[in-house]
């Protein structure tokens, strides 16, 4: 059976604990990478899975991560060809293949990183991928696949394609969308609001939803 499991990616921007202990306790199974770990542990919190190189991970982090008692750990070299994010979704496809992702502490920080941290959570096609943050939800939505959104109304509701040739329907916000072509991180979805129980759709191409608070 598919499971969910919690990344908590190295953002220095951290979320709350009440997030944290929230998304932890929806998940089955929990992984820290990096300095994610961090965020773990200061709401007293720790993982079922470390995957990092250790760069970035406070010295308690790293003595747990060596002891490799508590949970266990994916070690990497730090002069190696792949981010720890990428390392994490690997580790997430061999031991638990089809697994439901929800990624947190994914968006702040450096620009650069916040762009590959979404186009790394894009690239993971496997089952449906969220966003978490205190103050916005966000799905990573492929080819045929659909988000029913309910109890937001009037929240502010975007999308964006992040793939060429994408196309996309919404119903049930402010204005809609039928098939509609989305070029590639256009404006076309900015800033929409939730009116009733609503409907995203991406037909072709992907593209990821936003859900403010």
């Known amino acids: 059976m598919a499971c969910k ?3 908590v990616c190295g953002s220095p921007v951290v979320a709350s604990a009440e997030l944290l202990r929230r998304l932890a306790g929806e998940c089955d199974h929990v992984v820290a990478v990096d300095r994610g770990l961090d965020a773990l ?3 007293g919190l720790s993982c079922d ?3 990092g190189d250790a760069d970035t991970v406070s ?3 790293r003595a747990l ?3 490799a008692e508590d949970f266990e750990a994916e070690r990497h070299d730090p002069y190696k060809d792949y981010t720890d994010l990428a390392l994490a979704l690997d580790s ?3 031991r638990w293949p089809g697994a439901e992702v929800v990624a947190t502490c994914a968006t702040g920080g450096r620009p650069d990183m916040a762009l590959t941290v979404l186009g790394l959570l894009a690239g993971y096609d496997d089952a449906p991928v969220w966003i978490a943050e205190d103050k916005v939800v966000a799905r990573i939505l492929h080819a045929s696949e659909s988000w029913a959104i309910e109890g937001a109304e009037g929240k502010t509701f975007s999308i964006i394609a992040i793939a ?3 196309v996309v329907s919404e119903y049930g916000l402010e204005w809609e969308l039928d098939h509609s072509p989305l070029g ?3 404006d076309t979805g900015i800033s929409n609001v939730v009116r009733s129980t609503a409907t995203i759709q991406v037909h072709q191409g992907v593209a990821i939803g936003y859900l403010l608070a």
């Open 59 to 61: 010295d308690e982090g």
């Open 5 to 7: 499991v919690l990344v």
């Open 184 to 186: 590639l991180l256009a």
């Open 92 to 94: 997430v496809r061999r």
């Open 49 to 51: 899975v470390y995957v």
């Open 164 to 166: 060429p040739g994408t």
């Open 41 to 43: 542990l200061s709401v």
């Open 65 to 67: 991560v060596d002891a």
